[in-house]
């Protein structure tokens, strides 16, 4: 039941806050970053950081008395979905284009090369949300519950900065309209409070077991939606009718993909904060 919650609910505010940036910004925003040099240092700190998930994830699997609780499994199985977004990510940076285009279609060509890099940063969030979040089953896992509980607030806001960051990226970047770019930390935060205090009601809108370790298996989902959506321009570039699509689309799809990760790690913030074990 809580699967087909969330298969309506995800779309629906996906959908309202792609078409609140339905037009691009009608003012022209001064580029910060050249998308190849922005791709270069993100590439460089994948490997560690997924380094650092499956590190992490060994730890807590060789601290034997934990290995009985709710909190052992939530946290492992966390940090190796981190760790599986990372190394996606690290593909997707790795293959930005860089090629230099022909003559003509210069505009298509950085186009691609904006949404590629920006889909890349789309996962790079992602996983850095799943990890962050595993700290407070981490804390219960090995007897710190008092941490733990202080650490739930903690987690919050780097959950909004994460998803603040993402609003950076497609004001700057993809030019989405400032009101859109900033209704997906602000939306996402609204519309996940919304359907977890539903499904307090309607208890089947929730899972009923395991439910930190259930949205980050959501959320690792939308990492591969993304990631299929950047091998899928890759694949395509070049072809007219394609690169008219991303030129009419291209910031719709962005935004819908960092609309339905941010309200999927507001979600899996209510799992990770209300569970008493993990």
């Not at 990372?86 to 230099?100: C, D, K, L, N, Q």
Request: charged share 10%; aromatic share 14%.
């Amino acid at each position: 039941m809580w699967v087909v919650g969330l298969l309506i609910f995800l779309p629906l505010v996906s959908a309202g806050i792609v078409f609140a940036g339905w037009e691009k910004n009608r003012v022209a925003v001064a580029p910060l970053w050249e998308p190849r040099s922005l791709a270069m240092p993100y590439t460089t700190v994948m490997g560690p950081l997924a380094a650092f998930s499956v590190a992490s994830a060994i730890f807590v699997a060789g601290v034997s008395v934990t290995r009985q609780t709710q909190a052992f499994y939530t946290v492992v199985g966390m940090l190796l979905i981190a760790y599986i977004v990372f190394t996606g990510t690290a593909m997707m940076f790795i293959s930005t284009p860089t090629a230099t285009s022909d003559s003509g279609r210069e505009e298509a060509f950085q186009r691609l090369q904006k949404l590629a890099v920006a889909i890349g940063i789309f996962g790079y969030g992602i996983g850095v949300g799943t990890g962050w979040l595993s700290i407070k089953p981490l804390l219960l896992a090995i007897g710190l519950e008092p941490l733990a509980d202080a650490f739930t607030w903690v987690l919050l806001a780097t959950t909004i900065a994460a998803c603040t960051r993402w609003s950076l990226f497609l004001y700057r970047m993809l030019e989405c309209r400032l009101a859109a770019a900033l209704l997906v930390p602000a939306g996402g935060l609204a519309a996940a409070s919304l359907y977890y205090f539903a499904a307090q009601i309607f208890t089947g809108l929730w899972p009923a077991d395991h439910d930190s370790f259930k949205f980050a298996i959501v959320i690792f989902c939308i990492a591969f939606t993304g990631f299929a959506a950047h091998t899928l321009m890759l694949m395509n570039h070049g072809r007219p009718r394609f690169d008219a699509c991303l030129e009419l689309h291209g910031h719709r799809i962005a935004l819908g993909l960092y609309a339905t990760a941010a309200t999927s790690l507001y979600l899996l913030w209510f799992a990770v904060a209300m569970s008493a074990n993990g």
